[in-house]
């Protein structure tokens, strides 16, 4: 399934249950912090070691699928409002990336440059 | 593109640069973090009308496009290390919540269930 | 009772407790936006009208209060471990804005300004 | 200074530049979110090595220190607007934890209980 046909499921998924209303872009972007402030509570007292085997975990690792699900379908939810590709998106901020952070230069441009 | 040649993207270009040392889980939620935090400053001081129409102002939809791959490129990125199908937890997330949400009952149920 | 007041609480329940390490940096700015998360929760499907009497709704009241204080008890411990005293940054802070946002120029200033 | 100085502070820096339509529940808990988001990302990267030395380093503490007075200030103001009292909530929870997490259970508790 694309990201596409999942914009599409959830269209109808809202649509079904008239709340188009409620999914304004400011709403939107504090649903995705929300749920960002919930895989966060997942981790945040987990050693680095313990949080490497997350995915492994047969507790946590349902969890935090579920904490990824609810990121990305607000995600995807809020581009599909705002008439934007993501797939478009990220590639092109990839295609940008490469020309920012040569391969050669590794680590150290990493270290420079604090954020994408 | 699916999400899954967008990972494979990925995994070449943080590969070509020795970035995996610094792509621990609990340091890819952080990121997350940052780049919602970055979308929302976009959003914050917007009126809801103005909010509604950013995907059409020519200033803002470029700088909302990128803050959206942004979070999109940090979310595969960290499924990927965990190994969690985000495509798979999303529709299963979505076959839960029409369980959870029946679509007779409309924007009263939304209104009782405060997350989810 | 002041802000290090407030520390002091809190060192001595954690110390009570032997938490100490789990508060390390990171943790605690993971546990800070974990709570933020669950403020944005309390607001995010309420209109703007809501939100704005939400101080004075009797069921969300409690709620929200929970909430801030608990971003401000990670905020002080975040601080607290850090050696940072967090009313003289934000004496400092109001200081700065004093001179990059000159009163006369009102609103306006925000708009060119895209964050504090 | 007091928290409620500090308010006292904010709300005349705020009216000089006419600033308080903006200053809505829902934006300020989205500018809350964003400044998170900032402190966030100076310690995305960073080992857990680093971040306990974050305090000490000369060309991170002012950075960080910034980024922690936007967080208070924002929470601050956040609370004001709806007339909570800070200190007083934070006092109320460390009551409500004392019970919920008995000292003598030390560590353990913790782990049982994800979230405050």
Do not use: C
């Amino acid at each position: 399934m694309t990201l596409e046909e999942l914009a599409e499921r959830q269209r109808e998924f809202i649509a079904a249950r008239d709340w188009e209303p409620f999914h304004t872009p400011k709403n939107l972007v504090m649903a995705l912090t929300g749920e960002v402030g919930e895989l966060t509570e997942l981790f945040q007292w987990l050693t680095p070691e313990q949080a490497a085997r997350a995915g492994a975990d047969p507790d946590l690792r349902p969890k935090v699928s579920d904490e990824l699900a609810d990121v990305l379908l607000y995600l995807v939810r809020l581009a599909d409002t705002l008439d934007i590709d993501l797939i478009e998106a990220a590639n092109a901020k990839i295609d940008r990336n490469e020309h920012r952070f040569p391969a050669a230069a590794g680590r150290a441009a990493l270290r420079r440059v604090p954020k994408d």
